[in-house]
């Protein structure tokens, strides 16, 4: 590859992604860029909503690769994540291969020698063949690479966290029965993650750490841009103004990106011109999660759309 | 620039960062990626890299910026050169490296180079020279406010005062008026290296100087803490319950698996004629921790009983079920006060409605034993906090008897020292007799071992 400036490079990343669909800050193609370059996972946190599952989508979808998911969860293990033993097969095999095996130890006259032979084939049945991958195997056998996208690995139990360990540092998991499988090419991997407990030091080590916050509002204007092309531009300034004002209130469930271009496709569906206090009312429950934020921010919506729209002759 | 991210990391440790060997080889492996050229992306790349947090992003981040606000001059300057032969050589940030130290050494032995220096007024090379001269006086070292008078005058003398000394004794005789003007930019020097000094004590001397008030925290007496360490003091204590928290609260899964169950094992495989597919194994039997706490409030103790009702407060997560109780002439019950608000409101209430009276163990201990006496089972840890001074009312040894009977063990933590036990109106001695553990516990330190072996025992 030709030695190319960093931030040409970085520029690069954030039209690809944009052309996905997916507005990156600098802050995320800056990540995105050295994960490549320096072939580290990256572990990105932040709230719910503002994307952090997406990145992963958009840069498969950039790259043109495939994307392979592990959705974490409480209780996930080895077998769900890494591989299992096809042990149905192995038994109706053992069945079928019953004459087989007969004749092949018939040949041998005492104990001791019938049970040499039986190790010299032993091994067939702990073979590739008896192996099904799970997510993170699959993802070290693409032979083009691929996107691995670990999803809410705070989801997970701690000891799973030590399974990722190796996987996260070379690329490689060890199956006791088969020895070491490393990566054909080594897989792009995004872990996101909630915090809703704490990770590791080992695992956060391993990773590029990326935090992905509430946009600032340009940014935002952009992502709806993207997402929401029909939406005339006054509108978009001022429902972005909006749910910046909102955020700026003490809420249960902050709105993310996520419920921003829900809105904006409800506005859009409702034909609204402009922001009113009528319609803005109507539309909250699209916005807030909870009865008690509804609650809260009713009062504060004529002075939170004034702001929005004053907000807007200046910007 | 190497030694310069070097020293970076050591700055951002001194900014509370951890920085592995580990973290810092990645660092300068996405470093050498991004180069020096963009600020913003090597601030990016630093942080992506170093920070596991979001509260480590924000110290890195300004540790970055007072990092690298002064040496701006210089990278400058770097630049120019490094763009200059950029073109044929690759490598480039090393080989100016070179060139520009190669250039800061050979100043000193030429003839007045810092005065030359001073008076062509070139603040690019001046910050240059005060850079390589702090490298010089390894300015990275310097650990307290003390030391700033010695770290000026050893960067003043890397950088050639004695030379410039001898100049300006000598212009003084031939060009009275060069003199005057080379004596003010000396003054404006040493303001410089000053600064420098400064910035290098924020930068590096953090990390240090926090560890030894940390460690002197930890084993001051609680009860005298200045009002100006409290916040410090609530930080050091959630620290402690945190790691108490990491400690005890991970491998009880892993551990919990015991023999195999032979019989299970055999009937669950009875379908493939007893060939064992499936194993069951046995659990091992563990007791429910289970935590009362008694904590007296009155006046004498209550600072203590506010932090140890706050690591109380932050062990919620280890241990499920624990209730916690205050009293000083009557109890009540503050579980709920403790796990449904923050912790500074609910000191706050819980010193409103039982706080600071006179301590009255007796009436308290009856006031237990009427109502909660039932929920003590012989799994319960019962610990009780306090000095057991109960101004010579009667102290109602026989229902401490009673609790320690129906639970599994009780422990005494007393903020006073041994030679205190049993003066005046202490009642130690007499309570001790029905306590498994007694124990001293005036400072952090020796909070969390208590609290440490407390919660060890249902491991």
Known sequence: MAEQKPSTAIEAVESGLAAQGYIASRQIATAVYLSQQIEKPILVEGPAGVGKTELAKAIAAWRGMKMIRLQCYEGLDEAKALYEWKYAKQLLYTQILKDKLGEVLGGARTLHAALEQLHDFGDVFFSKEFVEPRPLLQALEQPGGCVLLIDEIDKSDAEFESLLLEILSDFQVTIPELGTVSAITPPTVILTSNSERDLGDALKRRCLHLHIGFPEQRLEERIVESRVPNISQTLRRQMVGFIHEIRSLDLKKLPSVSETIDWARVLVLLQARELDTAIVKDTLNVLLKYESDIEAATPQVTTFIAKAARSNVFG | ?459
């Open chain 2, 1 to 459: 620039m190497r030694e310069n991210l070097h020293r970076f990391f050591r700055a951002a440790r001194g900014a509370g960062v951890h920085v592995s060997p580990a973290e810092s080889i990645d660092a300068m492996r996405a470093v050498r990626q991004v180069g020096f050229s963009d600020r913003a992306i090597l601030r990016d790349a630093l942080l992506l890299t170093l920070a596991k947090s979001q509260d480590e992003k924000l110290a890195l981040g300004d540790c970055f910026d007072l990092f690298f606000s002064q040496p701006e001059p210089r990278q400058d300057q770097r630049e120019a050169d490094s763009d200059a032969d950029a073109s044929q050589d690759p490598d480039q940030s090393p080989s100016s490296d070179a060139t520009g130290e190669a250039g800061e050494s050979q100043r000193p032995e030429g003839l007045g180079p810092l005065a030359q220096m001073l008076l062509s007024q070139d603040r690019n090379a001046i910050a240059a020279a005060i850079a390589s001269a702090s490298g010089a006086a390894s300015l990275s070292d310097i650990r307290y406010s003390t030391q700033r008078g010695i770290f000026s005058s050893r960067i003043l003398d890397a950088m050639g005062l004695q030379r410039l000394r001898d100049d300006l004794d000598e212009l003084t005789a031939s060009n009275p008026a060069l003199a005057e003007r080379l004596r003010a930019a000396l003054d404006a020097l040493r303001e410089a290296v000053r600064d420098t000094v400064s910035q290098g004590l924020a930068l590096y001397a953090r990390e240090e100087t926090e560890n030894l008030r940390n460690e002197i925290l930890r084993n001051a007496p609680l009860a005298r803490i200045e009002r100006r360490q409290l916040e410090q003091m609530r930080a050091l204590i959630r620290q402690i319950a945190r790691r108490l928290r990491e400690r005890y609260s991970k491998p009880r899964k892993r551990q919990r698996r015991g023999h195999l169950d032979v019989r299970r094992t055999l009937r669950r495989n009875a379908a493939w004629s007893g060939v064992p597919f499936l194993t069951a194994w046995k659990r091992k039997h563990r007791d429910r921790p289970k935590i009362v706490a008694l904590c007296d409030v009155s006046g004498s103790v209550a600072q203590v009983s506010d932090f140890f009702l706050l690591l109380i407060h932050s062990l919620h997560e280890v241990v499920d079920d624990v209730r916690s109780f205050a009293f000083s002439s009557h109890l009540i019950e503050v579980s709920d006060i403790l796990e449904k608000q923050s912790p500074e409101e609910a000191m706050a209430e819980i010193m409103s409605k039982v706080g600071f009276g006179s301590s009255d163990y007796g009436s308290s201990l009856v006031d237990f034993e009427k109502e909660f006496m039932r929920m003590l089972t012989p799994q319960t840890t019962v610990i009780v906090l306090g000095d057991a001074r109960s101004n010579n009312l009667d102290p109602r040894a026989d229902i401490l008897r009673r609790i320690s009977e129906r639970s599994k063990r009780v422990v005494w933590l007393n903020p006073e020292g041994r030679l205190a036990w049993g003066f005046g109106d202490s009642e130690m001695p007499r309570y001790a007799t029905f306590c498994s553990v007694v124990r001293q516990c005036a400072t952090a330190q020796q909070l969390e071992r208590a609290v440490s072996d407390i919660v060890a025992t249902y491991q």
